[in-house]
């Protein structure tokens, strides 16, 4: 089993800045990718974010482009999403997610998919 921990998550006004982390734990494997998901209240979890292990190629969905970064450590079991410019719609639970197989360009995992528990992120106007 793989454990994932995420930290960083809080309040800011809009325009503001945050760095989201996600930690691997357990039975860790150098998976394929990690990812960052969000769920706004009332809305399905869409993603956002993905990052090869392989070659750092990196993804995202076309609403954070531009403002949103995501990385590995160079050990590979650590990812963080660095968030700029952030604007009230930005406002959701935001879940990481490691597995063996996913599809960037789509931003989803295929197969067995390891989740954290969630970290809020507010924006305000």
């Known amino acids: 089993q793989v454990q994932l921990g995420e930290s960083g998550g809080g309040s800011v006004q809009a325009g503001g800045s945050l760095t989201l982390a996600c930690a691997a734990s357990?039975?860790?494997?150098?998976?394929?990718?990690m990812g960052w998901f969000r769920q706004a209240p009332g809305k399905e979890r869409e993603g956002v974010a993905i990052?090869?292990?392989?070659?750092?190629?990196?993804f995202y969905d076309d609403s954070v482009k531009g403002r949103f970064t995501i990385s590995l450590n160079a050990a590979g079991n650590t990812s963080y999403l660095q968030m700029d410019s952030l604007k009230p719609n930005d406002t959701a639970v935001y879940y990481c997610?490691?597995?063996?197989?996913?599809?960037?360009?789509?931003?989803?995992?295929?197969?067995?998919?390891?989740w954290g528990q969630g970290t809020q992120v507010t924006v305000s106007s």
């Open positions: 997610a490691t597995g063996r197989s996913c599809y960037g360009p789509g931003l989803r995992f295929l197969g067995t998919t390891y």
């Open positions: 357990g039975d860790t494997f150098n998976g394929a990718c």
């Open positions: 990052i090869y292990h392989r070659n750092n190629a990196t």
